[in-house]
């Protein structure tokens, strides 16, 4: 099996974002899950920033923008967050663009907007994991 960079911290985060659909359901604007999880993730006293500014590089250079996303969990998850019918093609290419962007090797898409379940994906970007990153064999 393929060895996955901040596994147990992916699974803590997720466990926290289940918590929130099970109890809210679908059907809510982006920003009331947001909150939502920013409390479940308190209440769980899980590390995580809302809407930290990361920075952002082209060609090995930094730029003056800067990339914002939903949450930054553990100070290694960049967290884009979709309240929407379902996941496109266009909402992946979005996250993947911002790890590209700013150097970080896992994000997390995670739709609270879907009618059965909780939708959300990982992305891992190998070529952006740091020599002292902590690798599950799981």
Not at 31 to 54: D, T
Not at 99 to 119: A, C
């Amino acid at each position: 099996m393929k060895p996955e960079i901040y596994k147990d911290e992916g699974y803590k985060f997720m466990g926290a974002a289940f918590e929130v659909y099970n109890d809210r359901g679908y059907g809510m604007a982006e920003e009331i899950y947001q909150e939502c999880l920013e409390i479940e993730l308190e209440l769980r006293a899980l590390p995580f920033q809302s809407k930290q500014e990361l920075a952002s590089f082209y060609k090995g250079r930094e730029l003056k923008k800067r990339y914002v996303p939903d949450l930054f969990a553990f100070g290694c998850l960049v967290v884009e967050l979709k309240a929407v019918t379902q996941l496109i093609s266009d909402h992946e290419a979005q996250l993947y663009n911002y790890l590209r962007l700013t150097r970080q090797p896992v994000g997390y898409l995670v739709n609270f907007g879907h009618k059965d379940t909780l939708e959300w994906k990982r992305f891992t970007l190998s070529e952006f994991i740091p020599a002292s990153a902590p690798i599950s064999a799981d």
